[in-house]
């Protein structure tokens, strides 16, 4: 078996058209939605991902701001700069790039951005709309594993999805987007006793533990779909994903790349998280089609 390869760069190409269409209309109605992304210090991979988000903003016409704030900015310093963008109409989204500096409470900073404008999903108001169903922005790696997994027409439903992680950003949040889609869902972490007994058992699997290439073949359900969230670089300079690709490609029935898999649509729920909090200030409420690619 050689499993079907999920391709994130042309599944996040086909939702930043749509997305742009919508964005002339906004345009065409007088609003540009905008979004505010905040970088604090010189980590060198932060401002790549930077550069790649306000690129992104920018090739469907959305506007697109990056503050590069100093490493020894204080607390309430950020903090009071987070403000000033709640505050700025223009701005319908804003992001604070991690890792912060550790002088800084990342947890405060981002409970200073409106939940309106939070458009990475992490505001504990956000969160715990996801977790009744409610969320208005979904956080933006798991939300582009639900919308690749639509794309491909692999349902979840009463399917079983073992999730390899439990952070904040990924494990937690997947889970709940999952439950919401109707599935069974098993959340294994560090301290899971023989991780190999559940992984085999997924319909669907989703690593995103941050270990390089730690699930292999033999741990995968033959025709199991693998969802491969990790980005790890490796000691020559390579990237690889939380699972030994070239063995896991010949017991899956789909897989993604690392990279180009998971990568490129996370960017793109970024995009849309932001122009449906413009669609909601302009008042403009989205059609059922256009719902669903959001």
């Not at 503050?67 to 992001?95: C, K, R, Y």
């Not at 404008?117 to 969160?127: E, L, Q, R, S, W």
Request: charge should be neutral; aromatic fraction near 4%; include cysteine.
């Amino acid at each position: 078996m050689s499993a079907k390869l999920i391709d994130g760069k042309k599944i996040s190409e086909f939702f930043r058209a749509e997305y742009k269409l919508r964005v002339d209309r906004l345009v065409a109605n007088g609003t540009r939605p905008g979004l505010a992304v905040i970088i604090v210090g010189s980590d060198p991979a932060s401002q790549v991902y930077v550069r790649n988000k306000a690129r992104a903003c920018e090739a469907i016409g959305m506007h697109s701001e990056v503050h590069a704030l100093p490493g020894e900015i204080s607390q309430s310093g950020l903090t009071a700069f987070v403000d000033s963008l709640n505050a700025n109409a223009a701005i319908h989204g804003i992001l604070v790039q991690l890792p912060l500096p550790e002088h800084i409470d990342d947890r405060a900073v981002i409970e200073a951005i409106a939940p309106g404008k939070d458009v990475d999903g992490f505001h504990y108001a956000n969160m715990g709309a996801l977790v009744i169903d409610e969320s208005r922005f979904p956080p933006c790696t798991p939300y582009g594993v639900m919308k690749m997994l639509e794309y491909e027409g692999i349902d979840i439903e009463g399917k079983h999805v073992v999730i390899v992680g439990r952070s904040n950003i990924v494990g937690k949040p997947q889970a709940m987007l999952m439950l919401k889609a109707g599935a069974t869902v098993t959340v294994c972490h560090s301290k899971t006793r023989d991780l190999a007994r559940f992984t085999r058992d997924a319909d669907i699997l989703v690593a995103a533990v941050g270990k390089a290439r730690m699930i292999g073949g033999d741990m995968i359900k033959p025709g199991a779909v693998v969802i491969d969230v990790g980005i790890n670089r490796l000691a020559d300079g390579k990237l690889a994903g939380d699972v030994d690709f070239e063995s896991a490609v010949k017991v899956a029935s789909a897989i993604t790349p690392v990279p180009g898999g998971v990568g490129p649509m996370t960017i793109t729920m970024l995009l849309g998280n932001t122009l449906r909090a413009a669609e909601h200030v302009a008042g403009i409420v989205a059609s059922k089609k256009e719902t669903m690619l959001a």
